[in-house]
């Protein structure tokens, strides 16, 4: 793999709430990873191809650790519904389709292109239940250059008929689709039970065990909304708190790479555990209050030690881009500090940066950052259409860039590889 620099105004962070800024100066690549941030070439790397980005901003590529790829479809409908009925009324219709592989395909295709020229080089995705139509996702991720962890979504109960596996139907899909996932490279399965209410403990257990066997990383949803975490002490009565249901089937952290998504509501004990067992937290501040769910404690959560990323949560979340969730996790957070807990103060644009790209990167491994030994993962913003009388700092820059761009970069790579 070749050795080559860009040139660039770089931003990176190595620590949570501190920005790494350097003016004109070099990113250098080496065999897909970072070699290091120089003001001027080294001597070592003289004569190496130089792309010069210019006035441009040089930023590590977005993370998002949680994203519905088959609801992309539908995104900013449904907004006025709460979480159990936005999830009959839009998604369980919307993802049925699906077992039409031809529909799958153009609907991933969408998905792929958008997702492939947006700010986000790494994403945890959760497909549908049919597992041709996951293959041809992974498939499209894989031709992108994208590497993601795509999700299998497993479902055996409380769902319509049109999208319901039987619990050993599900358990033999998943294992055939873990199987076949193997011809991918860059593209990696992660179990997907898409939440413990449409799971039964025999299908959970069942992979726990699929997890055991094939060392696969896992993804789910986790005291999402108040209704939701009722309804699962009904159906799970022998728990002390949902995360507890994950956890008995081994699926949740500690040898299984876990990601969950929102934890709004999660009790200390939840939490307690999520840390022991290093789970990976998917703040998704949109997806929060467009189906109703509440703000999630996020500061609280850093200061803590949790590890914490961000997800665009398609459809829940109206957007893709991973700007918008860095400037709605701080605005969420400034209402939770003003109306629920004003010892708490609120996040802070370098707070969201890290989450957005260190935080949510190390789900991946060396991912997030411009350190030495990182992923070659960035992507280039020019902010040149955000005319300013100001005479801003990069970081002033960089929070103009998070809050008015479009989010979509002019050049992107990912693991040494340029996208585009």
Known sequence: MQTFALKGNVIYTAHRGKLELYPQSYL???????????????????????EDHGDKLILPGLIDLHVHASQYAYRGLGMDMELLDWLECNAFPEESRFADLGYAERAYAIFTDALLHSATTRACIFATLHRPATLELMKQLENAGLPC??????????????????????????????????????????????????????????????????????QSHLSENLSEIRWV?????????????????????????????????????????????????????QSNINVSSGIAPIKNYLDEGQKVGLGSDVAGGAHLSIFRAMTDAIQSSKLRWRLVDQETPALTLPDAFYM?????????????????????????????????????????????????????????????????
């Open 356 to 420: 957005a790209t260190k935080g949510g990167g190390e789900f991946f491994g060396k991912v997030g950052s411009f350190e030495p030994g990182y992923e070659f993962d960035a992507v280039v913003m020019d902010d040149s259409s955000l005319p300013t009388t100001r005479d801003c700092t990069l970081e002033e820059r960089l929070e103009r860039v998070v809050y008015l761009s479009d989010g979509s970069p002019c050049a992107k790579y990912a693991a040494g590889r340029r996208l585009f």
């Open 149 to 218: 962890y795509v999700g299998k979504v497993n479902m055996d109960r409380n769902s319509p008929d049109t999208l319901r596996e039987t619990t050993g139907q599900s358990l033999s899909e998943t294992r055939y689709w873990l199987e076949e996932s193997k011809a991918f490279s860059k593209v990696k399965p992660m179990l997907t039970p898409r939440f413990i209410p449409s799971c039964t403990d025999e299908l959970m257990a069942g992979l726990g065990s699929l997890q055991r066997e094939f060392g696969a990383a896992m």
């Open 28 to 50: 250098v690549c080496e065999a897909g990873k970072v070699a290091g941030v120089f003001r001027q070439l080294p001597d070592r790397w003289q004569g190496i191809p130089v």
């Open 233 to 285: 002490s009904e159906l799970c009565p022998n728990t002390r708190f949902y995360g507890e249901a994950y956890a008995q089937a081994g699926l949740f952290g500690g040898s299984c790479p876990t990601v969950m998504a929102h934890c709004v509501w999660s009790g200390e004990e939840e939490r307690a555990l999520m840390k022991k067992n290093g789970v990976f937290i998917a703040h998704c501040p």
